[in-house]
């Protein structure tokens, strides 16, 4: 499967952002995860969706600020971004795996097929 991330821009701290991961097909058979690189960082975790059933997952830090769902009518993930802060900013990943279970949602070795980022600027 190919995805495509969308949606990265400049925003203000306390802004909104709306990121797009597109999938050429099928995507209901996948669990799709978003992870991001931050400047000289190594990429991490963010937030996670499975392929079936209610299983979401979250990094503790946007918590309560960040919202993942799936339209697989679509073959599209989004990932909601509100109250966004300069810590937030980062190139972000979105991932495919067709195996990933519920317990492994957030490890990046579980999910086979990546798309290329999606750069979001967050200013002071």
């Known amino acids: 499967v190919q995805l495509q991330a969308s949606g990265g821009g400049l925003v203000q701290a306390g802004g909104s952002l709306r990121l797009s991961c597109a999938a050429s097909?099928?995507?209901?058979?996948?669990?799709v995860g978003w992870f991001r690189q931050a400047p000289g960082e190594e990429r991490t975790f963010v937030a996670a969706?499975?392929?079936?059933?209610?299983?979401?997952d979250y990094v503790d830090s946007v918590k309560g600020r960040f919202t993942i769902s799936r339209d697989n009518a679509k073959n599209t993930v989004y990932l909601q971004m509100n109250s966004l802060r300069p810590e937030d900013t980062a190139v972000y990943y979105c991932?495919?795996?067709?195996?990933?279970?519920?317990?492994?949602?957030?490890?990046?070795?579980?999910?086979?097929?990546w798309g290329q980022g999606t750069l979001v600027t967050v200013s002071s």
């Open positions: 991932a495919a795996g067709p195996s990933v279970i519920r317990s492994n949602l957030a490890s990046q070795s579980a999910y086979a097929y």
């Open positions: 097909g099928g995507f209901s058979r996948y669990s």
């Open positions: 969706i499975h392929r079936s059933g209610p299983g979401i």
